[in-house]
């Protein structure tokens, strides 16, 4: 009868020789090198595009700021390539404080409406005594 826990044994030792040659050869090391050096790409361009647009959004903001400041400073006088955009952030200024008033009367008739709730509760509470 044969031994077959040696075969088998020998047959696994025999597989991991030839895992570890392998391993061992330029090919699958190369392999390695190409695979990480590529990952170590994509972490590096996913990270300065991140950097970038952080970047862009903070030049975003200082040319929003620069835009600000030259509007408030030449408010009352325009200059002639600024007018039609000068009126427009009038325009939209004198819409912002239409609406900026009706929210203050919403704001206000829900106080008085929970006033007037609390109101009506409490003598709601004086006749039950």
């Given at each position: 009868?044969?031994?077959?826990t040696s075969m088998?044994?020998?047959?696994?030792?025999?597989?991991?020789?030839?895992?570890?040659?392998?391993?061992?050869?330029?090919?699958?090391?190369?392999?390695?090198?190409?695979?990480?050096?590529?990952?170590?790409?994509?972490?590096?361009?996913?990270?300065?595009?991140?950097?970038?647009?952080?970047?862009?959004?903070?030049?975003?903001?200082?040319?929003?700021?620069?835009?600000?400041?030259?509007?408030?400073?030449?408010?009352?006088?325009?200059?002639?390539?600024?007018?039609?955009?000068?009126?427009k952030v009038s325009?939209?200024?004198?819409?912002?404080?239409?609406?900026?008033?009706?929210?203050?009367?919403?704001?206000?008739?829900?106080?008085?409406?929970?006033?007037?709730?609390?109101?009506?509760?409490?003598?709601?509470?004086?006749?039950?005594?």
């Open positions: 009868m044969a031994n077959y088998i044994k020998g047959t696994i030792r025999a597989i991991g020789n030839k895992a570890k040659s392998i391993a061992e050869t330029d090919a699958v090391r190369d392999a390695y090198d190409r695979s990480t050096t590529t990952a170590r790409c994509y972490a590096n361009i996913a990270k300065l595009n991140v950097l970038i647009n952080g970047e862009l959004e903070d030049q975003q903001k200082v040319f929003n700021e620069i835009g600000r400041l030259y509007y408030e400073l030449n408010r009352g006088n325009s200059p002639e390539h600024f007018e039609e955009l000068f009126s325009e939209m200024d004198e819409k912002i404080e239409v609406m900026r008033e009706e929210l203050a009367a919403a704001k206000a008739a829900i106080e008085a409406s929970r006033s007037g709730a609390l109101e009506y509760k409490s003598e709601d509470n004086d006749n039950d005594e």
